[in-house]
């Protein structure tokens, strides 16, 4: 059942929604309700397999987990899939949990620092590895490294070929310090993909003061001038109102500008293009986000090698790019997905190139198409083929589990149209409402909506830009912060 009323309602029943109202819930006196346009489960137990198996990603395109968006990558036409279940995203990633540089936040508001974010990384972890200053333990999430003795075998060629080409090996990629080789920190505890919805929102669900209404999509953010007074939703049965102390929308980087859009809060021209009343203009709605573009290199295995461990178990960092050793091909771990070679992913963490939400005027409520803008800059085009020779050279020197024939050759050379060839994104899409104080900010630094009031946006469409590393831990900490701000 809907309620009529709540002292905040969370809208996105992602990583950061789970996160931001399991933490409200557990404070007295006040009513929350997560709203999730996605099918819910009320238990660990009661949860779909699909969901808790960390070594698949059910983000194929027959998912019944995910809600598929058109895009372009450098012109190409594809689509990508993002979470739409409790959970979101993060009920389907593959449980990767590093966290953001230090760096990376200096391109954020002071008060975002990282010193003054890392206490809220401590908050949200409990990290079975290291008990030192850098790490939490007594938070919701679990957070581990796979054992050197179980290293998958293309982990562990991976991570010896980076060391004996002379990268730095790194024992902890949560703590600040040089970039280097090292395992992945995962959010799975034996073998099951222990995201938010599970580690925080389900031992919240006993509160009194919290309600999960799966299934019910919101329609718009209600306004009364500027100030947020509700929100309109379809739960199925028809359109109903919820009335609202302050709303914050956690629907991710594509359905919260879309949402603040269809409220009236975005550029004025693009709101008279959609045929909404403008509220608030603001230009930086749904444009200039940033996200991981990702080239694959592809590969062969010497012989088989076993699957049914976690996706990634370690990588290699450099100041600009991120190489990925997937640790089975993505036939096997993305079911549906077709992709029957193995890859090595290298990720560009700083790019350059931005990109933008295009929006239907004939049907506001259709899914926008994600223009990246992926390539656009020549730097950006640099960086890539410099990783792609490095992802040869290490191929080359995997010889105990690579077919050394099977390595590209002349790759360290590759044109753009190679590059465009094997282009994928990681989809880490941040950043479409930033945060800020300048005239494109969307947000300020306690993620309150300019211009708007009792009205806030918390997950990765506030981001800066992406960060270095993949978002999940970062706005996992951004969440747990903005539950104390409000």
């Not at 996105?12 to 399991?22: H, K, M, R």
């Not at 929100?231 to 629907?251: T, Y």
């Not at 293009?273 to 062969?300: C, K, M, S």
């Not at 079911?335 to 005027?361: C, E, H, K, M």
């Amino acid at each position: 059942m809907i309620p009529a009323r709540a002292d905040i309602v969370v809208v996105g029943g992602g990583s950061a929604g789970c996160t931001l109202a399991a933490t409200l819930a557990g404070r007295p006196g006040r009513t929350v309700v997560l709203l999730e346009s996605g099918p819910g489960y009320a238990s660990t137990g009661t949860a779909p397999p699909e969901l808790l198996d960390a070594s698949r990603l059910p983000v194929g395109p027959e998912s019944r987990w995910t809600a598929q968006y058109p895009v372009l990558l450098a012109g190409r036409p594809g689509t990508i899939a993002r979470g739409r279940v409790l959970g979101g995203s993060g009920a389907v990633n593959g449980g990767y949990f590093v966290r953001g540089r230090p760096g990376d936040f200096d391109a954020w508001p002071p008060s975002w620092s990282f010193d003054h974010v890392l206490p809220y990384f401590r908050l949200i972890e409990h990290d079975s590895d290291f008990g030192d200053e850098w790490h939490g333990a007594a938070g919701p999430v679990p957070v581990s490294r796979t054992p050197w003795s179980r290293l998958h075998a293309v982990a562990r060629a991976f991570h010896d070929a980076a060391v004996a080409a002379g990268h730095l090996p790194v024992e902890d990629l949560n703590a600040p310090g040089p970039v280097g080789v090292g395992r992945v920190p995962l959010n799975i505890a034996n073998g099951v993909r222990m995201g938010p919805a599970l580690s925080s929102l389900m031992p919240a669900l006993a509160s009194p003061n919290l309600t999960v209404c799966s299934g019910t999509r919101a329609r718009r953010v209600v306004m009364s001038g500027a100030e947020a007074v509700g929100v309109e939703v379809d739960g199925g049965d028809g359109v109903a109102f919820i009335e609202a102390g302050s709303v914050v929308l956690c629907a991710g980087a594509v359905e919260s500008p879309r949402l603040l859009l269809l409220s009236g809060i975005g550029p004025a021209d693009e709101l008279a293009t959609l045929g909404v009343a403008p509220v608030v203009d603001l230009p930086g709605v749904g444009t200039g986000f940033t996200d991981h573009p990702e080239v694959a290199v592809p590969y062969r295995y010497r012989s088989d090698l076993p699957l049914g461990t976690a996706v990634l178990e370690t990588v290699l960092h450099t100041d600009e790019l991120e190489l990925r050793p997937y640790t089975a091909p993505f036939a096997d771990s993305v079911p549906g997905s077709g992709a029957a070679v193995p890859v090595l992913g290298v990720v560009l963490t700083r790019p350059r190139s931005r990109g933008r939400l295009i929006f239907d005027a004939r049907d506001p409520y259709a899914a926008p198409l994600l223009d990246y803008g992926y390539l656009d800059d020549p730097r950006d085009r640099a960086a890539l083929r410099h990783g792609v020779a490095t992802a040869v050279h290490l191929l080359a020197a995997m010889d105990g589990v690579v077919d050394p024939h099977s390595v590209p050759t002349g790759a360290a050379d590759v044109d753009d149209e190679w590059l465009a060839a094997h282009l994928g994104t990681s989809q880490h899409l941040s950043g479409s409402c930033r945060m800020g104080s300048d005239d494109s900010a969307v947000v300020d630094d306690r993620c309150r909506v300019h211009g708007a009031e009792r009205l806030f946006v918390a997950d990765t469409s506030v981001f800066p830009q992406v960060p270095s590393r993949g978002p999940h831990a970062t706005v996992v900490m951004l969440a747990r912060r903005v539950a104390d701000a409000l």
